[in-house]
Each structure stands twice: as structure tokens, then as C-alpha cells.
């Protein structure tokens, strides 16, 4: 039973990690990010070039990261400068599309040069003891990752200025524009970090499980739907919807079947969006 | 004149809302922008503040043409803008509305805070609440401190009684006086005419999109169209 | 009859590509499928353009419409022609089943697409989960079933031309009637157009209702078409993003627009065959470029090009706020 609970809490902190990016770019950019998974994969396909060029797993690992973080940069310098001078429901739609297109660019690209590609990371011991309770390691190294991740967010967002102001930008862009604040300039690094996370997101799935180059558009989706039943605009949403997903989709999957329990997964997640449409902690619409 | 407006054309798509609309500030001035519900005065606000883009017309501001800047740009230069929406950040606390509000220069943040909260001693006691839960006059105590946290030359607020109850009004324009006589000039706009006029130097009436009328304050409580327009004197 | 020049031709010029490709399956093939995704496209134009209801489900629906029809047709021994408006009948419903949820809870597009998005994952794996009855991933043979007509490949490509010529002059009348002003309100304005009196709800439901009924129509007759239904087929990659492709393309809100968009891609789809695995970056370059260049669409594009012709103005109403007697 606690090991189903563990299982669920180490795959909600995944998707959190994924929907957490789209839920900055969103709230910062106005754009729903659809390539965001493929910088997951990106990120983890880096590492693992890199590890088969003798680099050291860590090493590779971060540098992975890093360049999910750099394609990101690029992308909202670039690709999405025509999505920017737009407002609101054009800039939302032209952004879907580019990073759509985008999506398929990298996916098509990914897939075409790795086709038999996989990434696993293997850890030295397998299995570990908690408390009595055999847990896997992977899982452990993996949450633990994600966990570093966002407490980090949180005191950036909370204790720092910059991060106070990208809080503002989200809440009310208007309103941060009285303050005096670019949104512009913000908007870019804030890409970078959501692009890393999910550069994060791709390489611990290759830690506790295994990352091929077509799991993409699994990513975006799942991310997108967390995302959303957590808040589109709200950080902790986000991480209280992907743990909630997580272990939702842990026990349906130990009590039925992979596919039932995916569609329990989609059909909680719809319900919640129908019913919470604010998003799970909305307290001021 | 630190405001100069001349020959404004501005409006949404094809709908056209101001019609060649002139107005200036002087420094220390306090100016009213009176008309009714529709007339253009927030339109007016947002095009001054590059919230709008004008298709006709200019706006000085401290002998600089606002033409183009984005609205960061122009808060940047000292001139603020408080919106009838306000635009707080409701799930942040009180002191840090002010804090972001001082963004275009930090290391002046606590020295104006201090003033801030000296000002509007119930946002003081308040300090550590979310912006949200706070009542609609201090919601508006708030949106003004987060102005003056960015030490701008030039205040503009739109229609700022709005939604209060008469207490707190009288006690919002007891402020504005304060701040009018530390020397900052002040742009507002206001369907509580008598108010508004008693606070200013010069007003203009705005109907329509064009400005009717325009002198100064006291001269305009004695008018009589103004007098049966809007202070329902018959 | 000048407003209906553009629809004459198409359909002579349409009728006629049996005459020129009738010997080659390939391109026979190639055409029929054309006027398939010509037919949805007609119906997302129906839904996006017109309603602003981002349905990213076009896969899920058309092939919900398709399993039906197959799988009644097989196991209880049914005709097509019932299990085929069975299958139509359960799209339309599950169509204005989403619709309506989603006025009700006020969901605005973006939530309404992935909402939509889950429901395509969900068709998906319920397929895929339901094995007994759908076969899984190999999918399901209706070949022999008892739909001969499309089983020569001339004979349907005039039944899938009957079906976007049903689909096109169900656009064309609704646009005429009271729904087109309303979808052209809505369009606009929601907020306005409820204030003006609009019953957005049962615009929104009635365009969602006959959308999803041409795409379930579209479904099970290319499910019979195509001899085997499968997962795959009916995917969202499939259908949706081509469909996506082409209404964006050709130009949202226009009459023939999503006709010359879904052409066009089809078009794309045989030059970008060759590169093989490639194909999919070359979709999402083609994507990117062409939206950032052609925002509107190739129809209004043209209709610049060509003057303001009726024959490429489409449907669109006049700007915002224009004087009457203004140019569109």
C-alpha cells in the first residue's frame, strides 16, 4: 500500500516537474508551451550523447539541462518574437501553433537521428531501505531531484525581488507594467528555467524508468493536463495536481489495468477541470 | 508643463473615443478630468500612459514625446498611473505590492515605504495581509502607496472614489491633499465632481470624446450647466 | 446565383478527377482521401473558425463513429445503412455532449482543447483497452461487411464528393440562416453577442452537434473505405493536426478555404513522402513558416490577389466596426 503511495508520489513529482514549465511560460509568456515535452527529450538525449562520449553521468547530466536550457533561450528569442507582439487570445493562438510546429521540428528531428535511442541511467545500489521498506532507489535519487528543484523555485519565487517580480508578471501583467517592470525581459529567463526543469523532468525519467526519443508528445500532454488541474497560473497548484495525478494514476494502475487506469488518470484530471476550472487551489479568481 | 496632451485621437479598432483632445499639467498642479460615464477619461489615462496607442496627436511629458514608449517605459520616467481596477496583486502581501512598486529604484524602497506607510497608517498595521482580502478603500490606499513607491512626479488616478463608501473617500482626498502640497502633481479623473473640483486647480470637461469646457476649479463649481450636469442643482 | 460560382466550380472540377486519375488506385486513393479531410476540414472550420470551439479531438470523434459503425455492423450483423448514422448520431452527441459542458462551465478555448486532447488520449486507450471488441492496435477488418460501394474505388470517390458537397451546403445554409449571424457574433464577441440577446449556448451546441456529425459521417465512411479501422488511423497526429493544418492554411471562417487548405496538404503530404521519417520536421517547418507568413489563409490571401471577386471573399463579415457600405 505504501509503496503503491511511494510509486505515485515519485511519478506525481515527475509531471509536476513537467507541468511546472508550462505553468511559467503560461503565466509569464501567455503562450501554452505544446513543444515542451520534446525539451525534455532534448535534454535527456543530450546527456546521454554526451555520456557515451565518456563524459561522467553527472556531468552529463546537468550539461543536458543546460542545453534544454539554451534551446529554450533561443526559442523565445527567435520562434516565438512574432507570438510577442501580439496580446492575449492571438498571442495564446499563435503561440500554440509555432510551438506546435516547433514541436514536430524537434520530434521529427529526435526521432529521425535516434530511432533505437533510450536512455537509462543506472544507479550503483538498486534497492534501498526506508524505514523498514524496500524502495527503489531510482525512485528515491529521482524525487529527491525534483524535490531540490522546486523547494528552490519556491525561495526564488518567495524570498527573491526577481523572483517576487515574475510572481507579479503572472498575477498581473498590467498591474506589473505600473510597477515599472519589462516583461519582456523577465519572460526570457524564465523560458530558460522552465525549459531546464524539463530537461530535469526527461533526464530523471531515465533514472527511474527509460527515455526514448518518442515520448515527446506523452510529455506535453501529461504536463499540459496538470498544468491546467492544478491552475494554469499557479505554481503550487501545479505541484499539488501532479502529486495528486501521480498517486491517482499509481493505485488505479496496481487495481486495473495500464489502459483503465490512464483513462481514470484523463477522466479525474477532466473532472477536476470542469469542476475547479480556476484551478485546484484557486482562492481569488 | 510637465503633462502636455495636444490634439489626442485615440479609440478601440474603429471605434474612435477621444476627438482631438488637448489638457496640460503644470508642475504642482493638481487637474480634474470631470464628464460623464463613457466620455473618454479612462481612454484618456491609458493613451498618456501607452496603454493605448493614439492615432492622432501627442503626449509631452517633462518635454519628452511619449510617443511609442511601452507603459513600463513611461512609469519609468516618473510618471504613475493608478487604474480604476487598480491592478493589485492579490495573493501578495501588502508589503510586497509597495516593494514591487519601487521596481525603477530599489535602494529607495525604504525610504519611501516609510513615507508610505506614514501616509496611510491602516496599510501599516496591515502590512503582512494579502492584498485580496483587503477592503475596497485600502485596496485603493494600496494601489496609490504602490504608485508613490516609485517617487513619480506625476500621479494620475482614474476615478478613484469609485466603490467607496463616503468615509473613506473623505479620507482619500485628505491624503491627496497631503500629497498635493508636498509639491506632486496630480491627474485625475472622477464622476464625484464636487470633490474633484474642491481638490484641483484647473479642470476639464470631457463629453463625448472632446473637451467642453476647461478653467479653473473654483470658476467651474460656480457654472451653471456644470452645476445642473453634474451637481444636480436645478 | 454569382454567390455560388465558386461552389459550381469546385464541383465540376471535383467530378471530373475520376475522369483524369480513374485508372491509377494510387491517386484514386489520394483523391478520395483528399475530399475526407476536405469534408472534416469544412466541419473544424465549422467549430474553430466560426464558434471558437478548439475540439482536439477530430480523431476521437471520427473514429468513435467508425468503431461503432464497424463493430455493430459486425457483430450484430447490422447494415451500413444503419450502423453508419448510429455511428454519426454517438459523434454528434459526443460533440454537443462537449460542447455544452463546456459552455456550461464556462471553459474558454484553451480549456476546451485539452479537455478535448483527454478525451482523444482517453478514444485511444479505451480502444486499445477494449481488445475483445476492437482488436487493439491491429484493428478491426470491415472489409466485405456489406459496404460494396466502397469497395470500387470510383464509385467512392463520388460518395465521399456527395459528403463534402452535404457538408459544404450545410455550411452554406447555415451561414445564410440566423445561426450564421450568430456565429458571427460569437465569433466577435461572446460577451456581447450573449448580452445581445444571443442563446450563445444553443449556437455553440448546434455548431458542435453538425461539426461532429460530418467528421462522425467522414469516419465511418472512410472506416468502411479504408477496409481496416485502427488506433492509429484515427489518431490524433492523423487527423487532427492535418486538419489543423489545412483549415489554417486555407483561411478560418471562409467557404472554401478549408477545401483549398486540406488540398493543399494533401499535396504537401505527397512531396514530403519521400524524405520518409523527416516528414514530421517538415510538417512542423511548413507550420511555422507558413503561419507566421500567411496569417490569414491562402483564400483570403488570394481573394487580395485576384480583387474582391465572390468567389474568394468566403463568408466573413465586414471589420468591427465599419460604416455600412465600407469594403470587407
Not at chain 1, 521498506?133 to 531540490?148: D, E, F, H, K, N
Not at chain 1, 530535469?200 to 518518442?214: N, P, R, W
Not at chain 3, 472534416?40 to 465549422?46: H, I, M, Q
Not at chain 3, 474568394?312 to 468591427?320: D, H, I, L
Request: with cysteine; hydrophobic share 50%.
Amino acid at each position: 500500500m505504501t509503496a503503491i503511495l511511494f510509486d505515485g508520489i515519485v511519478q506525481g513529482l515527475q509531471l509536476s516537474l513537467l507541468a511546472v514549465g508550462i505553468t511559467l511560460i503560461y503565466g509569464l509568456g501567455g503562450v501554452l508551451n505544446l513543444a515542451h515535452g520534446q525539451f525534455a527529450v532534448f535534454g535527456g538525449v543530450a546527456a546521454a550523447l554526451l555520456v557515451s562520449s565518456g563524459v561522467h553521468p553527472l556531468l552529463a547530466a546537468v550539461a543536458g539541462v543546460a542545453c534544454a536550457g539554451i534551446l529554450g533561450i533561443l526559442v523565445d528569442r527567435t520562434l516565438l518574437l512574432p507570438a510577442y507582439r501580439y496580446r492575449g487570445e492571438e498571442r495564446l493562438l499563435l503561440g500554440l501553433i509555432l510551438t506546435l510546429g516547433l514541436s514536430f521540428v524537434i520530434d521529427g528531428a529526435l526521432n529521425y537521428k535516434f530511432p533505437e535511442f533510450s536512455l537509462t541511467f543506472r544507479l550503483p545500489i538498486q534497492v534501498i531501505d526506508v524505514a523498514g521498506i524496500p524502495m527503489r532507489s531510482a525512485g528515491l535519487a529521482a524525487s529527491l531531484i525534483a524535490i531540490v528543484v522546486f523547494a528552490s523555485l519556491f525561495a526564488f519565487l518567495r524570498l527573491t525581488l526577481l523572483g517576487k517580480t515574475i510572481r507579479s508578471i503572472i498575477e498581473n501583467e498590467v498591474g506589473a507594467e505600473l510597477c515599472g517592470i519589462d516583461p519582456g525581459r523577465t519572460r526570457t529567463l524564465i523560458v530558460c528555467l522552465a525549459t531546464m526543469m524539463a530537461g530535469v523532468a526527461g533526464i530523471t525519467q531515465g533514472l527511474f524508468s527509460s527515455l526514448g526519443t518518442e515520448m515527446g508528445p506523452e510529455f506535453t500532454t501529461l504536463g499540459l493536463l496538470v498544468a491546467v488541474v492544478g491552475g494554469v497560473r499557479s505554481v503550487n497548484g501545479t505541484l499539488a495536481a501532479g502529486v495528486l495525478l501521480g498517486i491517482v494514476n499509481a493505485f488505479a494502475s496496481h487495481y486495473v489495468g495500464a489502459y483503465v487506469a490512464y483513462i481514470i488518470l484523463l477522466c479525474a484530471a477532466i473532472a477536476t477541470i470542469l469542476v475547479r476550472p480556476a484551478g485546484l487551489l484557486a482562492r481569488f479568481t | 508643463m510637465l503633462v502636455r496632451v495636444e490634439g489626442l485621437h485615440a479609440g478601440y479598432g474603429l471605434t474612435a473615443v477621444l476627438r482631438d483632445v488637448s489638457i496640460e499639467a503644470h508642475p504642482g498642479e493638481a487637474i480634474a478630468v470631470i464628464g460623464p460615464n463613457g466620455a473618454g477619461k479612462t481612454t484618456l489615462l491609458r493613451t498618456i500612459m501607452g496603454m493605448l496607442r493614439p492615432s492622432r496627436g501627442r503626449v509631452h511629458y517633462d518635454g519628452r514625446d511619449l510617443d511609442g514608449l511601452r507603459t513600463f517605459e513611461v512609469v519609468r520616467l516618473g510618471l504613475v498611473y493608478v487604474p480604476a481596477e487598480r491592478e493589485l496583486f492579490p495573493t501578495m502581501t501588502v508589503l510586497e505590492n509597495l516593494e514591487l512598486g519601487a521596481f525603477r529604484d530599489v535602494r529607495a524602497a525604504p525610504e519611501r515605504l516609510r513615507y508610505v506607510l506614514e501616509l496611510f497608517p491602516r496599510l501599516e498595521e496591515r502590512r503582512f495581509q494579502l492584498a485580496g482580502t483587503l477592503s475596497g478603500g485600502e485596496q485603493q490606499m494600496l494601489a496609490i502607496g504602490r504608485a508613490l513607491m516609485a517617487g513619480p512626479k506625476v500621479l494620475m488616478l482614474d476615478e478613484p472614489s469609485t466603490g467607496l463608501a463616503p468615509k473613506a473617500v473623505a479620507e482619500l482626498y485628505r491624503q491627496l491633499s497631503r500629497l498635493k502640497s508636498a509639491g506632486l502633481t496630480i491627474v485625475l479623473t472622477e464622476q464625484q465632481v464636487p470633490l474633484a473640483l474642491s481638490l484641483t486647480d484647473r479642470a476639464y470637461v470631457l463629453e463625448q470624446g472632446a473637451i467642453h469646457l476647461a478653467g479653473r476649479s473654483s470658476d467651474l463649481l460656480g457654472n451653471p450647466s456644470i452645476k445642473k450636469a453634474y451637481l444636480g442643482v436645478t | 446565383m454569382k454567390r455560388y460560382l465558386d461552389l459550381a466550380i469546385l464541383a465540376v472540377a471535383l467530378a471530373l478527377v475520376p475522369l483524369l486519375a480513374g485508372d491509377s488506385a494510387y491517386y484514386m486513393r489520394i483523391a478520395t482521401l483528399a475530399l475526407v479531410y476536405m469534408s472534416w476540414t469544412v466541419a473544424f472550420n465549422l467549430l474553430f473558425g466560426h464558434t471558437k470551439q478548439l475540439f482536439l479531438c477530430l480523431g476521437a470523434l471520427a473514429g468513435s463513429a467508425a468503431y461503432v459503425s464497424v463493430v455493430l455492423t459486425q457483430q450484430l450483423h447490422l447494415t451500413p445503412w444503419v450502423s453508419v448514422p448510429v455511428g454519426v448520431a454517438c459523434a454528434a452527441a459526443l460533440g454537443a455532449l462537449f460542447s455544452y459542458v463546456s459552455v456550461l462551465r464556462g471553459l474558454g478555448i484553451i480549456f476546451v482543447g485539452i479537455v478535448t486532447l483527454a478525451f482523444s488520449l482517453i478514444f485511444h486507450n479505451l480502444v486499445l483497452g477494449l481488445r475483445e471488441l476492437t482488436n487493439g492496435e491491429t484493428g478491426l477488418v470491415s472489409r466485405g461487411l456489406g459496404f460494396p460501394l466502397l469497395e470500387r474505388p470510383v464509385a467512392a470517390y463520388y460518395v465521399f464528393f456527395a459528403l463534402l458537397a452535404g457538408a459544404l451546403a450545410v455550411y452554406s445554409l447555415l451561414m445564410r440562416s440566423r445561426s450564421g449571424m450568430a456565429f458571427r457574433a460569437l465569433s466577435d464577441d461572446e460577451l456581447t453577442a450573449a448580452l445581445s440577446g444571443i442563446d450563445v449556448t444553443r449556437y455553440k451546441v448546434l455548431a458542435a452537434a453538425i461539426a461532429s456529425a460530418i467528421i462522425g459521417a467522414g469516419g465511418a465512411l472512410y472506416g468502411f473505405y479504408n477496409g481496416i479501422v485502427s488506433p492509429s488511423i484515427f489518431s490524433f497526429v492523423g487527423i487532427d493536426i492535418p486538419v489543423l493544418i489545412g483549415l489554417l492554411l486555407g483561411g478560418m471562417r471562409t467557404r472554401l478555404g478549408p477545401v483549398l487548405g486540406a488540398a493543399a496538404f494533401a499535396l504537401i503530404e505527397e512531396l514530403v513522402r519521400p524524405f520518409g521519417q523527416l516528414n514530421v520536421l517538415v510538417y512542423g517547418v511548413l507550420l511555422i513558416v507558413l503561419f507566421v507568413a500567411f496569417r490569414d489563409g491562402m483564400v483570403p490571401m488570394l481573394g487580395r490577389a485576384f480583387g474582391a471577386s465572390g468567389a474568394f471573399r468566403g463568408t466573413r463579415a465586414p471589420g468591427r466596426a465599419s460604416p455600412p457600405g465600407r469594403e470587407a
